[in-house]
């Protein structure tokens, strides 16, 4: 949990902590696009957070699923399990 506020609150730190240094880089190239057209659109300064956030999700999402699929296959499927 905390590294969502990190993200949320310092993108491209949160990002790299959590193994992800080009979706850093590419969130610092965000931050200078978004406040350069932030000053019009302020929507747009939400968004450097919002792709940490959610890139930190989707990391997080892919290791939950990669250790299911180990685990499933080394101790092979649930008891009650019917292949479709």
Do not use: T, W
């Not at 609150?9 to 790299?16: M, T």
């Not at 200078?32 to 019009?40: E, I, K, P, Q």
């Amino acid at each position: 949990m905390p590294i969502y506020v990190l993200a949320a609150l310092l993108p491209p730190i949160g990002l790299l902590l959590n193994g992800q240094p080009f979706s850093a880089i590419f969130n610092l190239v965000l931050i200078v696009f978004c406040a350069v057209f932030g000053l019009f659109f302020h929507v747009l300064l939400l968004v450097p957070s919002a792709h940490a956030v959610i890139a930190v999700h989707m990391k997080r999402e892919d290791r939950r699923h990669r250790e299911m699929v180990e685990a499933i296959r080394r101790h092979g499927p649930p008891p009650g399990y019917r292949a479709p």
